[in-house]
């Protein structure tokens, strides 16, 4: 299994980036797909989820300024972020599951990961 993300880098404050995701060696249409970020000195934290049947879930945080969305065709999960504030740089990571519901928020629950793409938000 490989994800490869794509997408990230320097944006102003208010800005939009939108991330990518691509998935091989799996049944991506039968994956739940996360979206990670992990700050300089600080633990990975959820930003989003999308079940391989559509529901969503979002950080508090990003909710209502980042959409997930995937294409099952190509394979490809996506992340629009709009709205960026400088709390929202890090590096961002696209990770694989097969099961859903609560676990969706925890990272060790993810069993395949992406290596990252940062970003960075000027103020």
């Known amino acids: 299994v490989q994800l490869v993300e794509s997408g990230g880098g320097l944006v102003p404050a208010g800005g939009s980036l939108n991330l990518s995701c691509a998935a091989s060696g799996l049944t991506f249409s039968s994956y739940n797909m996360g979206w990670f970020r992990q700050a300089p000195g600080k633990e990975r934290e959820f930003v989003a989820a999308l079940v391989w049947s559509g529901g969503t879930y979002y950080a508090d945080s990003v909710n209502g300024r980042f959409a997930i969305s995937r294409d099952n065709a190509e394979n490809a999960v996506y992340l629009q972020m709009n709205s960026l504030k400088p709390e929202d740089a890090g590096d961002y990571y696209c990770?694989?599951?097969?099961?859903?519901?609560?676990?969706?928020?925890?990272?060790?629950?993810?069993?395949?990961w992406g290596q990252g793409t940062q970003v960075t938000v000027s103020s």
């Open positions: 990770a694989a599951k097969r099961s859903s519901g609560s676990s969706m928020y925890l990272p060790a629950s993810y069993a395949y």
